[in-house]
């Protein structure tokens, strides 16, 4: 779509941190993993989404586990909705769920989500997503990587008229939320690129001490 399209008029979005993993593969809770500088990955999401003035409402989509780690009534967590995410059997489908429920009740147009483990995802990258749906709040707007043009389901933009759908979907066995997308019209999607790097995400604990050892090597630069 052109940068010249005029954005429509009383757009709202909320947006919903996506931290309801069991984080298994990492041995601890992804959410309270920390940045070099000390802040938690939590943290540095939900600071992210609140640099996003267009965002109405935050929540954070946690299994019972995680809302128990985090919830230390710290000035992070301050306005900030948790999400009880009581059917991680189900995946990623139901956080995306929880979040859309959210937005329907804060009266907003669609969510803008991102998992927790994404700690190079900015919020500019975030301002792209959000400026491609409020040209067009109807339809779907999903991050794709740079140099794979792969769709990122979780870090993207669903429309609240998506609900019902995904309510249905999350019944069934198949709730693969690539799956859902693949089902929709090219008409009914905008996607975002945004840089391979931004995208990294982290499932396990190898992986995230070569991410902290690359940190740390830029700031002594």
């Given at each position: 779509m052109s940068s010249d399209v005029t954005l429509v008029t009383g757009v709202t979005l909320a947006g919903c941190v996506l931290a309801g993993g069991r984080s298994t593969r990492m041995g601890q809770c992804k959410?309270?993993?920390?940045?070099?500088?000390?802040?938690?990955?939590?943290?540095?999401?939900?600071?992210?989404?609140?640099?996003?003035?267009?965002?109405?409402?935050?929540?954070?989509?946690?299994?019972?586990?995680?809302?128990?780690?985090?919830?230390?009534?710290?000035?992070?967590?301050?306005?900030?909705?948790?999400?009880?995410?009581?059917?991680?059997?189900?995946?990623?489908?139901?956080?995306?769920?929880s979040g859309l429920q959210?937005?329907?009740?804060?009266?907003?147009?669609?969510?803008?989500?991102?998992?927790?483990?994404?700690?190079?995802?900015?919020?500019?990258?975030?301002?792209?997503?959000?400026?491609?749906?409020?040209?067009?709040?109807?339809?779907?707007?999903?991050?794709?990587?740079?140099?794979q043009e792969q769709l990122e389901p979780l870090i993207a933009i669903y429309p609240v008229a998506a609900l019902p759908a995904l309510e249905m979907r999350a019944t069934t066995q198949q709730r693969s939320l690539v799956g859902y997308l693949a089902q929709q019209s090219s008409e009914a999607i905008h996607t975002v690129r945004i840089d391979n790097s931004n995208l990294q995400n982290f499932n396990d604990a190898s992986q995230l001490v070569r991410w902290r050892d690359k940190q740390t090597e830029t700031e002594r630069a």
């Amino acid at each position: 779509m052109s940068s010249d399209v005029t954005l429509v008029t009383g757009v709202t979005l909320a947006g919903c941190v996506l931290a309801g993993g069991r984080s298994t593969r990492m041995g601890q809770c992804k959410a309270t993993l920390q940045l070099p500088n000390g802040e938690t990955f939590l943290q540095h999401a939900i600071n992210r989404f609140r640099q996003c003035e267009q965002l109405s409402r935050i929540a954070v989509s946690v299994s019972a586990d995680t809302e128990r780690r985090v919830d230390d009534g710290t000035a992070s967590l301050n306005n900030i909705t948790m999400l009880p995410d009581d059917c991680v059997d189900l995946g990623p489908i139901s956080g995306i769920i929880s979040g859309l429920q959210f937005a329907v009740v804060a009266q907003a147009h669609g969510c803008l989500f991102a998992p927790v483990d994404v700690p190079d995802l900015t919020a500019d990258d975030c301002a792209g997503l959000i400026a491609t749906f409020q040209r067009d709040p109807h339809r779907f707007v999903i991050a794709t990587s740079t140099d794979q043009e792969q769709l990122e389901p979780l870090i993207a933009i669903y429309p609240v008229a998506a609900l019902p759908a995904l309510e249905m979907r999350a019944t069934t066995q198949q709730r693969s939320l690539v799956g859902y997308l693949a089902q929709q019209s090219s008409e009914a999607i905008h996607t975002v690129r945004i840089d391979n790097s931004n995208l990294q995400n982290f499932n396990d604990a190898s992986q995230l001490v070569r991410w902290r050892d690359k940190q740390t090597e830029t700031e002594r630069a």
